[in-house]
């Protein structure tokens, strides 16, 4: 029942339903697992057990403290920080470090990548299996989950900040340092 | 969901983190009255030169973290950058810190934490040559004869002779209005070698520095 009726509600209603009455953290759980699935997978080496692990823990953990949910922000960037962070944890406690893990049909990223490094399309075509993935594992960790959550997941600067708890000024600088530093590795990729 | 139900996992209540949330406010509100409060008697020891502030110079560098370190624990604190943080609890400290000092609140801080809190002065002593200063309302010396019972004579350590009034002067800590005493006053000159004292004090008690071989 509550099933059939998680579409007529907003994320925030959902969060006050869910207050009440536990069932309607379904719909939330429902709504935004597989794009959490989805986010960890971008920047992690985890297997999918333990993927399912963190998003499971990640809920479990939103849903203790949906009280504490600040309502001015969009719902998601909290859901969104609670699995960051819980991904993160999980990461250093398995001495594991971060990846941006892309596909070669991913367009948004081409254009990225071209706008500002002076990379040529047909390059990047070329090489994009050979050299991307080698030269985003070269990046900072900082810089690859900004990456992720601009490319990837498609979030604003005010979602960004609120996910890395980062001020909009210093995601904006992040980004554009994770293009220079891209751009030389990539450059001295060529070169050698 | 089920191991949700399972475990019988309910939502923290909402007063916890209402809770958690105005004890931080509480926590950065103090912090920063003790920044200014720090600030205000810190300037009034390095501009009067009357008291040597280094206890109020650390209060001031370990309020100045706190205040920081509790700001940053707040929501939405993240969205600031670093030097806004800083230089916003700095220059309100010092605006708030620096009307305290003009309003001349540091100074009355200062001797009521002094009448108050024992051993403050030992933290916080006061200069030398504070107390040769007459027209500031410091002075000190030995007292050479008694004139009356609210009235004797001291000689400074400049060896100059000042007639002293007591009446209505509070006597603090263990001094005797006898000849050979050592003592301070905090009060008012009212003439070219006399002196009203509100406050009489004992010379030493106050450390190592304020003996009277050290007084220049």
């Known amino acids: 029942m509550i099933d059939r009726n998680c579409q007529k509600y907003e994320d925030n209603e959902l969060v006050a339903l869910s207050i009440t009455e536990g069932q309607y953290f379904l719909c939330l759980m429902k709504r935004y697992e597989e794009k959490l699935v989805n986010y960890i997978r971008r920047f992690t080496y985890l297997e999918n057990d333990d993927i399912e692990d963190i998003v499971q823990d990640s809920f479990i953990n939103a849903y203790l403290h949906l009280n504490d949910c600040d309502c001015r922000l969009k719902f998601s960037s909290w859901l969104y920080r609670i699995v960051h962070n819980q991904a993160v944890n999980f ?8 990846r941006v893990n892309i596909d070669g049909n991913d367009d948004e990223f081409v254009d990225w990548l071209r706008a500002d490094t002076d990379i040529e399309k047909e390059t990047i075509d070329k090489h994009f299996s050979e050299y991307i993935k080698t030269i985003l594992e070269k990046l900072k960790p900082e810089y690859k989950e900004v990456l992720v959550l601009k490319l990837f997941e498609e979030k604003d600067y005010q979602e960004i900040s609120d996910i890395l708890q980062k001020p909009m000024g210093t995601v904006a600088t992040l980004l554009s340092r994770a293009k220079i530093q891209f751009r030389k590795i990539y450059e001295k990729e060529n070169k050698s | 969901m089920g191991l949700i139900a399972k475990n019988q996992i309910k939502p923290i209540p909402k007063w916890e983190f ?46 100045f973290g706190l205040a920081y370190y509790l700001f940053k624990n707040t929501k939405g604190a993240y969205r600031f950058e670093i030097w806004k943080i800083l230089g916003i609890i700095g220059i309100l400290g010092l605006i708030m810190g620096g009307i305290l000092f003009k309003a001349g609140l540091a100074s009355r801080i200062d001797r009521n934490l002094e009448a108050n809190l024992p051993y403050y002065r030992q933290m916080v002593p006061m200069k030398m040559k504070v107390w040769s200063n007459p027209e500031s309302g410091y002075l000190s010396g030995k007292i050479i004869q008694i004139t009356g019972s609210n009235s004797f004579i001291i000689k400074d350590f400049n060896n100059k002779d000042w007639k002293i009034d007591s009446e209505n002067s509070l006597i603090r800590g263990r001094v005797t209005i006898k000849v050979d005493e050592d003592i301070k006053l905090i009060g008012v000159q009212t003439g070219a070698r006399s002196f009203r004292a509100e406050d009489i004090r004992p010379w030493n008690g106050m450390g190592q520095n304020m003996m009277k071989e050290n007084y220049q």
């Not at chain 1, 990461?91 to 971060?98: F, G, L, P, T």
């Open chain 1, 91 to 98: 990461m250093k406690k398995h001495k594991q470090s971060m």
């Open chain 2, 18 to 63: 209402e809770f958690t949330r105005w004890s931080l406010w509480l926590g950065l509100g103090l912090s920063l009255l003790v920044l200014i409060i720090g600030i205000g008697v810190s300037w009034f020891g390095l501009a009067d030169d009357i008291i040597v502030p280094y206890l109020w110079l650390l209060v001031v560098g370990a309020f």
